[in-house]
């Protein structure tokens, strides 16, 4: 009742509602009220005990995770998520995102920008484009993301490819765990008291009402059932059985959806936060190198005509100069290991470009020359971290990166390369590449360049193969940092908030 009535206190208290309702709806309303008296008002809590902050500490002290659980609808989680990062000004945030709704939730914003830029007639001011955003969902993730790019925080992937979700659903088809009514029973009933402070879900729906819409969507089901309990034909034998068959049914698909959905996800969202701590206990030990900037994803015109008006000639097909000072990094997911061939299918613009400047600029590709340090080849690094972002350049579309890097790699030579184009038409080249020498980078040597890839003025030899998998960085203490807590926020939705700061407080 009192959810509903913050919902609809605009029509309720306006001067057409008759004096006996609006009198019977603050009696309601003050009973209500007296039973969250003793807890303090949203507005004069610090975010971080803010009912839907839960905190936990590792057993050693070294990490303290703080879980903000959120509505991804309109409300007042984008706040909340802001006033945390600001407050706390934690070492890194993980959002429940995977890479490729995070660039679907931020070029919404990018879009009004690119449109304001566009626009000629009338700017539009910071206000009205925080108005225009208001009318998306996942505006609480927008605000983590935003937050933290303006305040110099590294953002971490938190969630998997919802492709890989889908998939689940039918790979676990046959596991009885997933159908177990356990942890939907574990999530109601059973309250959370192996971290510091846990998730007050009540407190949370009724400091914000708008929290809570989404369980308003279901009353009209709940509305329902008792008019189908008072018609039901209870003297119809078959139709008790087939009732009682479909409702069994049904609780095990809800039990099915919440461990794959929810369950599964929440073990995931609290590995990448915990891989978060690890990786930001390499950066401040200096044993990883992190770069941000931004670059544009909008095509040379040029170039692409000239390759779709392709007369056969190799050397003629890109008109490059070669005017790059450095060697080109690509960034992989796992080493390249020196001796190592791998094959590589490359479309973006920015590594087009990259691999053209090296390529088409090289008269040959012996094994000498590959051998040489300072030759035009590109470089192969590891990446723990990459962060990318829709944002607009100019009023075009564009990237924010946020890449953290193993400042050991290795060279790469360009073995094959075959011109192909991807089922829109666009080009696409597939590259056969074979790791030659390892090499060491210092991070002052390391720039960008203007199509948006990393550079390297100057590269070490390094004897012997230093390179580890991203799995494997240095434990979270370590002797640089052994006295100083390492601090991740990490934003995610409401119904994973709560076994996610479970998994968190059992490290």
Aim: some cysteine.
């Amino acid at each position: 009742a009192f959810s509903q009535y913050s919902l609809s206190r605009d029509y309720l208290f306006s001067n057409e509602t008759p004096s006996p309702i609006k009198f019977a709806i603050h009696r309601i309303v003050d009973r209500n009220r007296s039973c969250l008296s003793q807890t303090t008002k949203p507005s004069e809590l610090s975010a971080k005990e803010l009912p839907c902050v839960a905190y936990t500490t590792v057993q050693d002290g070294s990490v303290e995770f703080i879980v903000i659980g959120t509505s991804h609808l309109p409300c007042n989680s984008a706040t909340e998520v802001s006033s945390l990062i600001k407050q706390e000004r934690p070492d890194g945030v993980v959002v429940e995102l995977d890479p490729e709704r995070v660039i679907l939730l931020t070029n919404q914003t990018a879009g009004i920008l690119r449109s304001n830029s566009n626009d000629s007639d009338e700017a539009t001011t910071p206000a009205e484009i925080d108005s225009k955003k208001k009318f998306y969902q996942g505006e609480d993730l927008l605000a983590a993301i935003d937050t933290s790019r303006d305040m110099n925080i590294p953002l971490f992937i938190g969630d998997e490819y919802t492709k890989e979700t889908l998939s689940r659903f039918g790979e676990t088809a046959l596991q009885g765990r997933t159908y177990s009514p356990k942890n939907l029973f574990r999530f109601i009933f059973q309250s959370d008291t192996s971290s510091d402070k846990s998730i007050q879900f009540l407190e949370t729906f009724s400091s914000d009402s708008k929290k809570s819409r989404s369980l308003l969507l279901s009353l009209p089901s709940l509305l329902y059932l008792p008019g189908a309990i008072y018609t039901f034909p209870f003297h119809n034998v078959p139709a008790i059985l087939d009732t009682f068959a479909v409702s069994v049914l049904s609780f095990v698909a809800v039990c099915k959806v919440f461990n794959v959905l929810i369950e599964d996800r929440n073990e995931i969202l609290a590995s990448k936060a915990m891989k978060a701590a690890r990786v930001i206990s390499s950066l401040k030990n200096d044993e990883i190198v992190r770069k941000r900037w931004t670059f544009s994803t909008v095509n040379n015109d040029d170039i692409e005509e000239n390759w779709k008006q392709d007369d056969g000639n190799k050397s003629d097909k890109r008109n490059v100069s070669n005017t790059l000072k450095g060697t080109p990094l690509f960034t992989l997911k796992t080493p390249l290991r020196p001796g190592e061939t791998r094959r590589l299918n490359l479309f973006e613009p920015r590594w087009l470009k990259m691999i053209d400047m090296v390529y088409y600029n090289k008269s040959s590709l012996d094994s000498s020359s590959a051998a040489d340090i300072s030759s035009p080849l590109f470089g192969c690094v590891t990446c723990p971290n990459k962060f990318y972002s829709a944002t607009s350049i100019g009023g075009n579309e564009g990237r924010y990166a946020d890449v953290i890097f193993s400042p050991q790699g290795t060279l790469a030579a360009i073995v094959d390369l075959k011109e192909d184009s991807r089922p829109s038409g666009a080009r696409k080249v597939v590259v056969t590449i074979e790791g030659r020498d390892a090499f060491e980078v210092k991070k002052d040597d390391v720039s960008v360049a203007t199509d948006g890839y990393m550079v390297a003025s100057k590269l070490s030899p390094v004897a012997g193969d230093p390179m580890r998998p991203t799995d494997s960085f240095l434990p979270v203490t370590s002797s640089k940092c052994e006295k100083e807590v390492i601090k991740i926020v990490v934003v995610v939705g409401l119904l994973h908030a709560k076994g996610v700061i479970e998994r968190l407080a059992r490290v």
